[in-house]
């Protein structure tokens, strides 16, 4: 399987997040990434290259022109504001009932205007990781295109949280979606988004929640108790073009590899049904029993299981990173996936 990575990913290194109150080292770093390349390269699952630069048009086919410049210059804006020793952080933000009718002039409203949380600092190399990991999940896109049937798209930061206008969750700009979105434009008449990620991919389920054209399946631990926490609830099932092609699959904390196989089960054959041509893969493995910010309870042996299970959709896949933060294991459980769909 060809593994398309960018070491630009290290100029996204945020020093802390909002957590419990307290602002605590990022749990999103690049030490992830490292370990998750070696571990590929220990295995010998496949090549790794570089992605090719795609520019700014497959960005703009997913994300807003507004919120595309806001991102490319909110580091420098950041910096006159307030210097370049702090990464930036969102304050503010709008409640219901608040008018949201005008971007605010200044970095500090910007910042609250686009953003969903407080974790996700914006650096000084923010725009440049994320963009490599946009042409990563581009690339491995092109190689689906040219027949190949799978790759994975190393990509880091993460993407399933970001939507079509805002970012969070200690995601930019949305890989998965940019890459399906990229398949479709290729010619994929349907394309299937399947989250296995802990955390609802809320970003992702915003961009096509009105597309019948692209299925999002998401399997998660339940927003009633869980981050993004207000939504990713079982009876959000698209709307428009889109009614009934989202699907999402909420699990109680403690689920262990029983009650999540079954899960599995069911958004297999819901993407079966739909006609895919191809198939985007978000690949969280924070849904390991070691990981420090989630509650299910997953083994490293249950992601060989997971890759078996994703292979028996039988299309071609593509795979792109998300989260996972037990980063001495995030090797092991993520290279396991992938050689569960190999073998
Ligand atoms: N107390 C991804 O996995 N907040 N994002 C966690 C824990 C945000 C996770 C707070 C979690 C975002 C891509
Ligand atoms: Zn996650």
Known sequence: MIVIHSEEHRLQAGRSELNDGQLVPCYEKPARADIVRARI???????????????????????????????????DDWVTEHGADIDALPLNWVAPGMARRRVPRSIDGRLGFYSFDAGTPITAGTWRAATAAADSALTGADHLRAGDRSAFALCRPPGHHAGHAFYGGYCFLNNAAIAAQALRDG????????????????????????????????????????????????????????????????LPWGTDWGGYARA????????????????????????????????????????????????????????????????????????????????
């Open 41 to 75: 390269e220990a295995v010998g699952l496949g090549p790794i290259v570089e992605p090719t630069r795609h520019g700014f048009a497959p960005l703009e086919r997913v994300h807003d022109a507004g919120y595309l410049g806001f991102l490319r210059t909110a580091w």
């Open 187 to 250: 010619g994929a008449t349907r394309v299937a988004v399947l989250d296995v990620d802990y955390h609802h991919g809320n970003g992702t389920q915003e961009i096509f929640w009105e597309r019948g054209d692209v299925l999002f399946v998401s399997l998660h631990a339940d927003p009633i108790d869980e981050f993004p926490y207000f939504c990713g609830h079982a009876d959000e099932t698209g709307t428009g073009a889109g009614d009934g092609a989202n699907l999402n699959l909420t």
């Open 264 to 343: 599995l089960e069911t958004a297999a054959a819901r993407i079966g049904g739909f006609g895919a041509d191809a198939l985007v893969l978000s690949l969280g493995a924070d849904t390991y029993g070691g990981d420090p910010i989630s509650r299910f309870r997953l083994l490293s042996e249950d992601f060989l299981r997971m890759g078996a299970a994703i292979a028996g959709i039988g299309l071609p896949t593509l795979f792109v990173m998300e989260g996972g933060y037990a980063v001495d294991d995030l090797g092991v459980n993520v290279a396991n996936v992938l050689t569960g769909f190999l073998d």
